[in-house]
Nanobody, 121 residues
Framework: QVQLVESGGGLVQAGGSLRLSCVASGYIFSINVMGWYRQAPGKQRELVASITNGGSTSYADSVKGRFTISRDNAKNTVYLQMNSLKPEDTAVYYC???????????????WGKGTLVTVSS
């Protein structure tokens, strides 16, 4: 089976920075797109940023210029560097990956359990 494990969340003051990491493990043949989503209390889960295995990135308008997504394909890891954090960035951040497992004939979507980011004003 494939597992995604996030780390790096926590409490930070507005204007501060955090770096999230997500490691994919298991019997992995390949990973296509990896991304970060977030869900604030009472709101729907939304895409924050995504990155292809070739390095092409995409960002939500609300985080452009403040967040940077990157990945290390050799380590099956995706990162989210978050700078100039705002209280409205407070949410549970989830890692997502489009994975082809060793025993699978097609890609499947996998999710981590999430890591909480709290930005105080």
């Amino acid at each position: 089976q494939v597992q995604l494990v996030e780390s790096g969340g926590g409490l930070v003051q507005a204007g501060g920075s955090l770096r999230l990491s997500c490691v994919a493990s298991g019997y992995i043949f390949s990973i296509n797109v990896m991304g970060w989503y977030r869900q604030a209390p009472g709101k729907q889960r939304e895409l924050v940023a995504s990155i292809t295995n070739g390095g092409s990135t995409s960002y939500a308008d609300s985080v452009k210029g403040r967040f940077t997504i990157s990945r290390d394909n050799a380590k099956n890891t995706v990162y989210l560097q978050m700078n100039s954090l705002k209280p409205e960035d407070t949410a549970v951040y989830y890692c997502n990956a489009d994975v082809r497992a060793m025993t699978a004939y097609y890609n499947m979507d996998y999710w981590g359990k999430g890591t909480l980011v709290t930005v105080s004003s």
